[in-house]
């Protein structure tokens, strides 16, 4: 709960996944990485209640990453189904082959250049101008609270075509599906209530299509094959940790290093085209996700490392993100970066469907915000935002005054 506003707020925890409080692991993985990109000791420091099955093998250099991330045949996606539990049974992320390329060609139309660029200049656009509305005439806001949460959730709703007015109970079940693992009744409940509520609007759809998401999955056809209604709603389902999650962490992430690094805010100022690179460097830089996980096939090697069968692989995305071997001071955020690509999400079959999405609409935030507060600056009167959490990872509040005469006016004050 935010104390200022009341509002429910989603947090950085994952207790079914968290292994030890830790607020930076990067230290950690650097460390962990000097001794070889691939290692059966675990890198992170654990929590006291924390098991962890043996053997377990962790992934932190990125070639090596992308080998197990494009080998789907080694390494399985299944064992998500356990560690998840029930935000991603059954969707395509834990689905392994040929049942995961059938889904994935099902829903991949839905997600075309054409129709995101539909979205971008209908849809996503007038979504963050009515967010800066809400907040443009006040002097200083938390954008945790007042924007990267609540723009992708607003854009999610819209795209799949919800009544503008149950906007606000599909963002409570989005929270209350986001912190399953904190609060796991609330998350259940919200899960059912979804479930009925997308199962009405499933049929709705069925008997009048409309120009929206559902709409397009219902009618979506490869080989004669379809998807019915449980697969929509799974489809759905990941849409909130996925298309959410994704993109208010590594939104609130970018602004974190932008507004950090005024020499680079003033650089997107000034050239519009460094917006696509920033973007990129912010999501290498600080990987909203710090991990994903596989399950061996069979018995492997990696990087010389011998892998038995069945065993649990942790590929740590965010360290492969900071390999020394391929980037230049990796822990530095820079937007004039030469390009190199990252795996902040993914690669191989199960390269994020979404990540298009994200990337158009932390565009068109960032553009916005360039367009309509240009004196946007970090609050001097509040601490500097930190980006925490060790599986889930961005700022807990980005607190910034938004006119220049605001800041002024305070540095004036602290000056007498």
């Not at 998500?80 to 099902?106: C, K, S, Y």
């Not at 606000?168 to 609330?186: A, C, E």
């Not at 049929?203 to 379809?226: F, K, Y």
């Not at 507004?259 to 830089?285: F, K, N, P, Y």
Request: glycine share 6%; hydrophobic share 40%; net charge negative.
């Amino acid at each position: 709960m935010d104390e200022r506003s009341g509002k429910q707020r989603p947090t950085n925890a994952a207790p079914a996944l968290e292994f030890g409080d830790i607020d930076d692991p990067y230290p950690y993985l650097a460390a962990a990485r000097q001794r070889g990109p691939v290692s059966m000791e675990w890198p992170l420091p654990l929590g006291p209640d924390t098991p962890l099955l043996e053997p377990t093998c962790a992934v932190l250099g990125y070639d090596e990453a992308v080998r197990v991330l494009r080998d789907a045949e080694t390494y399985s996606s299944r064992g998500l189904n356990e560690i998840m539990g029930p935000l991603f049974a059954d969707t395509i992320i834990a689905m392994d082959e040929p049942e995961h390329r059938v889904h994935r060609a099902l829903v991949a139309p839905a997600f075309r250049p054409k129709v995101l660029e539909r979205w971008q200049q209908s849809l996503v656009r007038t979504v963050i101008d009515e967010i800066i509305d809400s907040f443009i005439s006040e002097d200083a806001v938390d954008l945790v609270e007042r924007l990267t949460f609540a723009f992708p959730v607003r854009v999610i709703a819209r795209i799949l075509g919800l009544p503008e007015g149950d906007a606000p109970r599909f963002q409570r079940w989005s929270i209350d599906l986001i912190n399953i693992f904190n609060d796991r009744d609330s998350g259940l409940r919200s899960l059912d209530e979804l479930h009925s509520y997308l199962t009405e609007l499933i049929a709705e759809r069925r008997r009048a299509p409309q120009d929206d998401l559902i709409s397009d999955l219902i009618t979506s056809e490869v080989d004669g094959t379809r998807l019915d209604d449980d697969e929509i709603f799974a489809f759905v389902r990941l849409l909130l940790p996925a298309g959410v999650e994704t993109t208010y962490r590594s939104l609130g992430n970018l602004l974190v290093g932008l507004l950090t690094h005024r020499d680079h805010w003033g650089a997107l100022q000034r050239d519009r085209s460094l917006v696509a690179a920033a973007i990129e460097e912010g999501l290498r830089w600080q990987t909203p996700f710090l991990m994903v996980a596989r399950r061996t096939t069979r018995h492997t090697e990696l990087a010389d490392v011998p892998i038995p069968h069945d065993s649990p692989v942790f590929v740590f995305v965010a360290s492969a993100n900071r390999d020394e071997r391929r980037y230049l001071h990796p822990d530095e955020f820079d937007i004039a970066r030469a390009a190199s690509p990252h795996v902040s999400f993914g690669s191989g079959p199960h390269m994020c469907l979404g990540m298009h999405l994200t990337r158009v609409e932390s565009r068109v935030a960032l553009e916005a915000m360039l367009d309509r507060l240009p004196h946007i600056r970090l609050d001097p009167d509040v601490s500097s935002p930190q980006i925490r959490g060790t599986v889930l990872r961005s700022p807990d509040a980005v607190n910034v005054v938004l006119h220049g005469h605001q800041a002024t006016a305070r540095s004036a004050v602290r000056a007498r």
